[in-house]
């Protein structure tokens, strides 16, 4: 496998679903030895987790989708100069904005145009209008994280041959650290019932309805079982 060098964009500041995954594909792809370069939204919570998990964002850029003229400028600027002094082979968008900024970002001078590839994390996020046509049209993948954004993506113009689906993942490891389940059991009088949990925003197309409808069959069979959901 040749190693790649990969821009990864996510015009984000928050703390919020598509986040945690940018961080995680950031390292995963450096595990394999790969070199990741990652733009953000400076100065919130984004960048503070970064950092925790020691990866340092690119210096000088903006990313905001409501910045002045100049800023969104000075982006597309650094960002070119980016793809030509670090030798960016693949730039991956995590939004709208910045699947924008990587198209014009991405010809840089005595360099062939760089691929873009975007990742879907959310069904709104996939337009249908023109421009939004346009803008896949020079894309050259998509990643759905779901099936339906996946039939979302085809029906805006995303042909099969250039869209994937690759399901939102956990990193399990993070989640197996001996922790002490007493208090939580004690305060919501579980006993030594099983538990499902569901950590999620309680919102339309987030999977609930399907979850209830998977425990009432799972009570069939252990009706002592519990269901807990944070959100």
Not at 77 to 97: N, P, Q, T
Not at 181 to 204: D, I, M, N, T, Y
Request: charged content about 25%.
């Amino acid at each position: 496998m040749t190693p790649l060098t990969v821009l990864q964009l996510a015009a984000n500041r928050w703390w919020t679903g598509s986040a945690d995954p940018v961080l995680q594909l950031t390292r995963a792809l450096e595990r394999r030895g790969h070199r990741v370069l990652l733009g953000l939204i400076p100065g919130d919570r984004f960048e503070l987790k970064a950092r925790e998990a020691g990866i340092a964002p690119v210096a000088g850029l903006s990313l905001r989708a409501r910045a002045a003229p100049g800023d969104l400028v000075r982006d597309v600027l650094r960002l070119r100069r980016l793809v030509r002094d670090e030798g960016v082979e693949v730039i991956h968008a995590h939004h709208s904005h910045d699947h924008w900024l990587a198209l014009l970002a991405r010809s840089a001078r005595g360099r062939p145009r760089v691929p873009v590839v975007r990742t879907f994390h959310n069904l709104r996020s996939v337009r249908r209008g023109r421009l939004a046509r346009g803008l896949y049209r020079r894309t050259a993948a998509a990643f759905a994280v779901s099936r339906q954004i996946e039939a979302r993506c085809h029906d805006a113009g995303l042909d099969a041959e250039r869209t994937f689906w690759i399901p939102g993942a956990a990193d399990l490891s993070r989640f197996t650290r001996e922790a002490d389940p007493v208090p939580v059991r004690e305060e919501f009088k579980l006993g030594g019932a099983p538990v499902v949990v569901s950590v999620s925003r309680l919102a339309a197309n987030r999977g609930h309805e399907l979850l209830l409808a998977g425990f009432r069959r799972l009570l069939e069979r252990l009706p002592q079982a519990r269901l807990l959901l944070v959100g």
